[in-house]
């Protein structure tokens, strides 16, 4: 016994430097364990389609129907509480930042909405509503257009709109009897009157910042593009898309992975999807011109017979200063009367110098940019802007870290899309 008391005694500044050792160790995996577990928390990650609907949204599996049948559903959309402080002058566009660091997934990446986030408006409103005006003016039914069999989902969507925006926006949108005034443009839009003033999609257009599209299923079970207002998509026009299904619009424009990775879950989503469940999901592109509506660098919007349109038509490498970032916030729900699924796809649109200040940002997008498959590359252009534009976000990259900016801790605080 007295030997051990000695030998503790001679060892006792090891033994102490041991007991140290192992209570930093077990804080050092206690803090690691806590990281994981909040980030488990924190990210959204895109979820499998091939699981059940109520895997993504939470509700129950709908009861089998026959294609291209939909009986009316007394479902209510729940109305939203009014938008905290909104202005059109003072409130900002939502800071959406949808890329990760590598490697990238192609997934449909969907996510549950809630109602009160269906529209978002901003202090752009004015901008886009008058960008859509002009586009209205100068191409009518090119960009916005209504199968007479799709007339009664877009009139439905009239009708959301006009319950939902005067609610989730009081300042800007005033309820009436037969529809709803804006207070800021002075319009008044009448949805009772027979025939309506103008196509519904297109009076539609007019109330909102985003792009609407409305897909409605036919016998063979295909979802069809049926209802437009096509006004501000950059690189796509409705009259290219018009009256396809779901599968040959994603094709005919070379989606990559499309027919390998997308195709047999969204053809499943679209069966399944309920008005109660609506959803979300975001993406993004590179664009290297600061047209909103139709990207010029890409070609004319109507060229003439044989002049190509493409990525493969853009100046190559230009000036930084001529590079944007376009990313899309997308909401999918099914409208109860007609059944038709709506698209709502809002842009938003930034100057990649002003997003690159941003803690964190230029190293994820640069990693994310690098992290694309050659089809992926193709399809959004990559060749032509790689080398100014990887460049630049690997120096403010740089510089963020020669700052000493806890890039680490913008990580834990952030989650997707954000």
Same mark, same amino acid.
């Given at each position: 016994?007295?030997?051990?008391?000695?030998?503790i005694h001679?060892?006792r500044t090891?033994?102490?430097?041991?007991?140290?050792?192992?209570?930093l160790?077990?804080? !050092?995996?206690?803090?690691?364990? $806590?990281?994981?577990?909040?980030?488990?928390?924190?990210r959204?990650?895109?979820p499998? /389609?091939?699981?059940p609907l109520?895997?993504?949204?939470g509700?129950?599996?709908?009861?089998?129907? !026959?294609?291209?049948v939909?009986?009316?559903?007394?479902?209510?959309?729940p109305?939203?509480?009014?938008?905290?402080?909104w202005? &059109?002058?003072?409130? /900002?566009?939502?800071?959406?930042?949808?890329?990760?660091?590598g490697?990238?997934?192609i !997934?449909?990446?969907?996510?549950s909405?809630?109602?009160?986030?269906?529209?978002e408006?901003?202090?752009?409103?004015? @901008?886009?509503?008058?960008?859509?005006?002009?586009?209205i003016?100068?191409r009518?039914?090119?960009?916005?257009k209504?199968?007479?069999e799709?007339?009664?989902?877009a009139?439905?969507?009239?009708?959301e &709109?006009?319950?939902? /925006?005067p609610r989730?926006?009081?300042?800007l949108?005033r309820?009436?009897?037969?529809?709803?005034? =804006?207070?800021?443009?002075?319009?008044?839009?009448?949805?009772?009157?027979?025939?309506?003033?103008?196509?519904?999609?297109?009076?539609?257009g007019?109330?909102? $910042?985003?792009?609407?599209?409305?897909m409605f299923?036919?016998?063979?079970? $295909?979802?069809?593009l049926?209802?437009?207002?096509?006004?501000?998509?950059?690189?796509?026009?409705?009259?290219d898309?018009?009256?396809?299904p779901?599968?040959?619009?994603?094709?005919?424009?070379?989606v990559?992975?499309f027919k390998? @990775?997308?195709?047999?879950g969204?053809? =499943?989503?679209?069966?399944?999807?309920?008005?109660?469940?609506?959803v979300?999901r =975001? =993406?993004?592109?590179?664009?290297?011109?600061?047209?909103?509506a139709w990207s010029?660098?890409?070609?004319p919007?109507?060229p003439e017979?044989g002049v190509?349109?493409g990525?493969y !038509?853009?100046e190559?490498?230009?000036?930084?200063?001529?590079?944007?970032?376009?990313?899309?916030? $997308?909401?999918?729900?099914?409208?109860?009367?007609?059944?038709?699924v709506?698209f709502?796809?809002?842009?938003?649109?930034?100057?990649?110098?002003?997003?690159?200040?941003?803690p964190g940002?230029?190293?994820?997008?640069?990693?994310?940019?690098?992290s694309?498959?050659?089809?992926?590359?193709?399809?959004?252009?990559?060749?032509m802007y790689?080398d100014?534009?990887?460049?630049?976000?690997?120096?403010?990259?740089?510089?963020?870290?020669?700052?000493?900016?806890?890039l680490?801790?913008?990580?834990?605080?952030?989650?997707?899309?954000?």
């Amino acid at each position: 016994m007295e030997d051990c008391i000695e030998w503790i005694h001679a060892n006792r500044t090891a033994l102490l430097a041991g007991s140290l050792s192992l209570s930093l160790l077990y804080w !050092t995996l206690n803090l690691a364990i $806590q990281h994981l577990q909040k980030a488990r928390k924190t990210r959204s990650l895109s979820p499998d /389609l091939e699981k059940p609907l109520s895997a993504i949204t939470g509700k129950s599996k709908p009861a089998e129907r !026959t294609p291209g049948v939909w009986e009316p559903q007394s479902f209510l959309r729940p109305g939203p509480e009014p938008y905290p402080d909104w202005d &059109f002058k003072k409130t /900002l566009p939502l800071p959406y930042r949808p890329f990760r660091w590598g490697p990238y997934h192609i !997934t449909m990446g969907l996510r549950s909405m809630k109602w009160d986030e269906w529209i978002e408006l901003d202090n752009q409103f004015l @901008k886009f509503h008058a960008d859509k005006t002009r586009r209205i003016d100068e191409r009518g039914a090119k960009c916005c257009k209504t199968a007479p069999e799709a007339y009664d989902g877009a009139v439905e969507l009239l009708e959301e &709109f006009c319950d939902y /925006l005067p609610r989730r926006y009081p300042s800007l949108f005033r309820k009436t009897e037969v529809g709803m005034d =804006n207070l800021v443009t002075g319009e008044s839009f009448d949805i009772l009157e027979r025939p309506l003033c103008e196509d519904p999609m297109q009076m539609a257009g007019r109330m909102v $910042q985003d792009d609407l599209a409305i897909m409605f299923e036919k016998p063979d079970g $295909q979802y069809y593009l049926l209802a437009g207002s096509i006004l501000l998509a950059g690189f796509w026009r409705l009259e290219d898309k018009w009256g396809m299904p779901l599968s040959e619009i994603h094709t005919s424009g070379d989606v990559p992975g499309f027919k390998q @990775k997308l195709e047999k879950g969204m053809m =499943n989503f679209f069966r399944r999807v309920q008005p109660n469940a609506p959803v979300l999901r =975001n =993406n993004y592109f590179l664009q290297v011109d600061d047209d909103l509506a139709w990207s010029k660098s890409i070609g004319p919007e109507d060229p003439e017979e044989g002049v190509p349109v493409g990525w493969y !038509t853009a100046e190559k490498n230009k000036a930084i200063e001529h590079h944007w970032f376009r990313s899309e916030r $997308q909401s999918l729900r099914r409208l109860p009367r007609s059944g038709g699924v709506v698209f709502t796809i809002r842009t938003y649109f930034h100057r990649i110098t002003d997003i690159a200040e941003q803690p964190g940002v230029p190293g994820r997008l640069a990693s994310a940019i690098r992290s694309w498959g050659d089809d992926v590359s193709r399809y959004k252009g990559k060749e032509m802007y790689q080398d100014v534009l990887l460049e630049y976000l690997d120096m403010k990259h740089q510089e963020q870290i020669d700052a000493v900016l806890d890039l680490a801790m913008d990580e834990e605080e952030r989650s997707y899309p954000w």
